[in-house]
């Protein structure tokens, strides 16, 4: 009797485990949590701001760095004067911040377990991630221009890479929110809140259309800005007939959200013309340093890690294979994923930084400024709708039950 409870005993543990293991991360607080390596979710966050500090340290190298790269005699093989100094402090930083990212990557990508070595290491030993990212920052500025220069061209492959996850995370999230509010499951319940939703994306898509037409093409001379933007207009009529296409018949939600998507990314390319232009009203105040650029480049970077942050965790789109049951040890997201964006992000935030040309002079406060990114952010938009709806389905009903509609 005694050795029949103690198996039930056992294979209740065992089924229960998951239940545990939350249970002990309740009960313990954040710092030993953060000190004992214990939660992956709170890890990510820290890996955030390890990013978001080298982004400040890419923009602080470039904007106010000039002197102390000056004095490195390594640097002395940099063409041209302070810009190029600039633009390589930026490409160095972007170098340690990559290298680290990919350690990370190679360190833990494949685990798919729990309370292993390699998930003991991807949450934590902090102070050893600590010592490896400063110094892996300050080698970099040691290492001859001509390698900074080659890995400034790689970037750019490395930032396409990271776009293109981007994109396919942002339309694998609007068609998972699609098929969530038309389940069986929500379709009766989510109808007002779909078409509402609906409408009010329309709405802000037509409005930015009209007011970068006011902004953005003051003359009809301003050939270039009304083709991007009526471009942009044919492109979202163009989603919409496909959607509303019988065979389709994906409703109006998703390329609403689309529309929304693309009309963005039109509005950052205009915004990315170099300052001076007749056509861009709006560029004439950047210029000028003042409160509203400052507030603009802050916005903007943090946007991108948030972007990146955001995207790192969402491994599942891109898993092509029948997905399987969730285990209890399981770990909760991709880690090799999670880092190898971080790693592309590193690319990214470099060519923001330098307007994706590594001889483009950046003034100070500036961010994606310049004509190879407008012409990025233009590609970015077609290459988007091109893209559309071909991103997996996530109608499993793994994912349908956690969909929840306004009461």
Known sequence: MTTARVGDLESNVARSGSSANVVILKEETWCSQFRNGSNPWMARYVYGLMFMAANL????????????????????GCRGTQYCLGTEGVLRVSLGCFTFYMIMFLSTVGNSKLHNRRDSWHSGWWS?????LIGL????????????????????FGAGVFLLIQLISIISFITWLNECCHSDKNSERCHVHVMFLAIVVYIVCIVGIIMMYMWYSP???????????????????????????????AGFLTPGLMGLYIVFICWCAIRSEPAGER???KAEASDRTDWLTIISFVVALLAMVIATFSTGIDSQCFQFR????????????????????????????????????????????????????????????????CVYRKCPSHSTSEHLAGCYCLQ
């Open 57 to 76: 340290l890419a923009w602080v190298a470039r904007d106010y760095g000039h002197g102390a790269l000056t004095e490195i005699n390594r640097l002395k």
């Open 128 to 132: 050893v991630k600590l010592v490896l």
């Open 137 to 156: 920052m300050i080698i970099p500025f040691f290492i001859p221009a001509p390698f900074i220069r080659l890995y400034g061209e790689i970037a750019h």
């Open 219 to 249: 003359d009809p001379s301003c050939l270039l800005n009304i083709f991007f933007i009526t471009w942009t207009l044919v492109l979202l009529q163009l989603m919409t007939s496909v959607s509303l296409h019988p065979k389709i018949n």
């Open 279 to 281: 056509c861009n009203r």
């Open 322 to 385: 029948k997905k399987e049951i969730r285990a209890d040890d399981h770990i909760p997201y991709g880690y090799g994923f999670f880092h190898f964006v971080f790693a592309t992000g590193a690319m990214y935030f470099a060519m923001l930084l330098i307007g994706w040309n590594t001889h483009h002079p950046m003034k100070k406060w500036t961010i994606d400024v310049g004509w190879t990114s407008t012409w990025v952010r233009i590609v970015n938009e077609w290459v988007a709708v």
